[in-house]
């Protein structure tokens, strides 16, 4: 639902291409006509954005406006608007307001997104909320990042909560069906983007394995802390399926259900032999950083931590029921990598599907799909 309809004139932007980043700061007024305020953007008003990585960087606009509210009373508000940028655009905004009038208080509380919207003669800032019954949109910080997820539950009083954690390069949204499933069935579905990934902040480079799992650990609180949920269960894909092992070796007295989906542990041993997707490096003598596709940079410390990961020891602790599925065209994940998960599990299982690839898509899609929501329902 849009709340408010920002019309920008930009100013003259200010330029700076340093050694570590590229900034931009764009002065801008405007003005507001909604429903609910109408008024002008006060004299002050910056965008400035910053680049660490050539693809990817922040944003983050802060403005006052002036006018009135929607019973026609004198008031100002402040708006601080951040932003992950990829490719130069934002996929999404979070803004933050805070207000003098009784009658918009509430947008203190609110949970608001923003996009920017191009028109003939100009700019508009549309700031909403996505929430809905049953939707809210999580924003956790976590070692001075902002982390922001997705929670979908049911109109029940107490159910499970499945935990989702993506892979290397991926976003929360490939877990956007397996939740649609889920929910009609009496069960909440939390899921989030790591650092540097999606919508959370921070920068590619500087994430690795061990601050996935702190990722992991700060929404896995922000769940048990929620007076709904009955049960935690956690799946993962790909990297994030070596996180999610890690996180239930780690809270084994939490997590009831654990299910890997191409666990990527094969990581370690491609670390130990110099080697990521298509990228090739010394071992003994690791770069700063390594451009392993056209997309990604991943720094030196991602691969000296995965050389020593205790991924089966850590994951072997866990001692709920478990499931490991794994694909025969999986061109990222060696078979034996997944297969051995299944060696320190007290109950766990192991299904093989010849036509699956790492994304899991084959023509046996379908069968894997209900095999993962049964385990997971039963």
């Excluded at 599925?325 to 990598?337: I, L, P, R, T, Y």
């Excluded at 036509?355 to 039963?378: C, R, W």
Aim: charge should be negative.
């Amino acid at each position: 639902m849009d709340i408010l309809r920002i019309h920008i004139q930009l100013g003259e932007t200010l330029a700076l291409d340093s050694f570590s980043a590229g900034i931009r700061m764009i002065p801008f007024t405007g003005t507001c006509e909604s429903s609910i305020f109408t008024g002008k953007v006060l004299p002050g008003g910056m965008d400035t954005q910053v680049f660490p990585e050539k693809n990817r960087g922040t944003l983050s606009a802060r403005y006052m406006l002036e006018g009135v509210d929607g019973e026609g009373k004198n008031c100002k508000m402040f708006i601080e608007n951040n932003a992950v940028m990829e490719n130069g655009w934002e996929t999404v905004t979070f803004p933050s307001i805070k207000t003098d009038s009784e009658a918009l208080k509430w947008l203190e509380a609110a949970d608001l997104t923003g996009a920017l919207q191009f028109r003939e003669n100009g700019l508009d800032i549309v700031i909403s909320s996505e929430d809905r019954p049953g939707v809210s949109h999580i924003a956790l910080k976590r070692g001075g990042l902002t982390l922001r997820g997705v929670l979908e539950k049911p109109e029940k009083e107490t159910c499970p909560l499945v935990l989702m954690l993506h892979g290397f390069g991926a976003d929360s949204s490939i877990f956007n069906q397996l939740t649609a499933h889920l929910v009609p069935k009496g069960y909440a579905c939390l899921r989030f983007d790591f650092n540097g990934h999606g919508n959370s902040e921070g920068a590619f480079p500087g994430m690795t394995v061990w601050n996935e799992l702190e990722d992991a650990a700060a929404f896995l609180q922000y769940a048990m802390n929620q007076a709904f949920v009955s049960d935690i269960y956690v799946v993962g894909h790909s990297q994030g399926g070596v996180v999610a092992g890690l996180l239930a070796g780690t809270y084994p007295d939490v997590v009831k259900k654990l299910a890997l989906l191409a666990p990527a542990a094969s990581l370690k041993t491609d670390a130990q032999e110099g080697h990521c997707m298509w990228a090739h490096y010394d071992t003994n003598h690791i770069p700063p950083s390594v451009k392993v596709d056209e997309q990604h940079e991943v720094g030196g410390l991602y691969f000296r931590l995965a050389k020593n990961l205790p991924i089966y020891e850590i994951t072997g602790k866990y001692n709920g029921k478990a499931l490991v599925m794994f694909g025969g065209q999986d061109e990222v994940v060696k078979k034996e990598a997944a297969e051995k998960y299944k060696e320190g599990f007290e109950d766990g299982e192991f299904c093989f599907y010849p036509t699956l690839h790492h994304g899991l898509g084959g023509e046996e899609q379908m069968q894997m799909a209900e095999k993962l929501v049964a385990f997971l329902t039963e």
